[in-house]
Nanobody, 124 residues
Framework: QLQLVESGGGLVQAGGSLRLSCAAS????????ISWFRQAPGKEREGISC????????HYVDSVKGRFAISRDNAKTMVYLQMNSLQSEDTGVYYC?????????????????WGKGTLVTVSS
């Protein structure tokens, strides 16, 4: 069935970097916009970055803009989130999600498929 699996989480020091990966199976990844979400302890899940199906459009929320970079390789059915200059506030479970695009861009609503998440812990 349609599946997304995140990987690459772990423990990192403040100021360090991690690259998260999102692997798709059971569907053609290039047909979908992909969004990354995170949920900090005790907080609501929030969308942080997304990328259009063809990779030409991206979006970042202000809290990660300039530090995170989203990319995709549809031939490998993979989407990545490069996270630099990590802060303790970035700690949380990170999820990728896919949806059939409603337009040429991307967003954080109406996601069709969700991964189970990967934990990122940033130590001070």
């Amino acid at each position: 069935q349609l599946q997304l699996v995140e990987s690459g989480g772990g423990l990192v020091q403040a100021g360090g970097s991690l690259r998260l990966s999102c692997a798709a199976s059971g569907f053609t990844l290039g047909y979908y916009a992909i969004s990354w979400f995170r949920q900090a302890p005790g907080k609501e899940r929030e969308g942080i970055s997304c990328i259009s199906g063809d990779g030409r459009s991206t979006h970042y929320v202000d809290s990660v803009k300039g530090r995170f970079a989203i990319s995709r390789d549809n031939a490998k059915t993979m989407v990545y989130l490069q996270m630099n200059s990590l802060q303790s506030e970035d700690t949380g479970v990170y999820y990728c999600a896919a949806r059939v695009p409603y337009g040429p861009g991307c967003g954080y609503y109406g996601m069709d498929v969700w991964g189970k998440g990967t934990l990122v812990t940033v130590s001070s």
